[in-house]
């Protein structure tokens, strides 16, 4: 099983920027890939990046051009850049994991933005 832990959620005013980080430990399958969610109350959990052990990625479209991820192989820890945030961005924010062995949820962790 692996285990992933959130860092980075903090209140920001819109405009502003921030990085999510999420440490994952554990049997790490070689090939996977991981990502962030976010869930806002009253709404589903929706995909906003995600990262293969290959390197490709894939976006929201509501974030691309704001936010880049990247991953650090050796630290098993992927990132999340957030830009020119806004405070529709505000929600709860997830890591995942998936792989053929299966897949891993964060606990989460709370980005605010305010106007």
């Known amino acids: 099983q692996v285990q992933l832990v959130e860092t980075g959620g903090c209140l920001v005013q819109a405009g502003g920027s921030l990085r999510l980080s999420c440490a994952a430990s554990?049997?790490?399958?070689?090939?996977?890939?991981m990502g962030w969610y976010r869930q806002a109350p009253g709404k589903q959990r929706e995909l906003v990046a995600r990262?293969?052990?290959?390197?490709?990625?894939n976006y929201a479209d509501y974030v691309k051009g704001r936010c880049t991820i990247s991953r650090d192989k050796s630290k098993n820890t992927v990132y999340l850049q957030m830009n020119s945030l806004k405070p529709e961005d505000t929600a709860v924010y997830y890591c995942?994991?998936?792989?053929?062995?299966?897949?891993?949820w964060g606990q989460g962790t709370q980005v605010t933005v305010s106007s």
């Open positions: 995942s994991y998936s792989s053929p062995e299966g897949d891993s």
């Open positions: 554990g049997s790490i399958f070689s090939i996977n890939a």
């Open positions: 990262i293969t052990s290959y390197g490709t990625t």
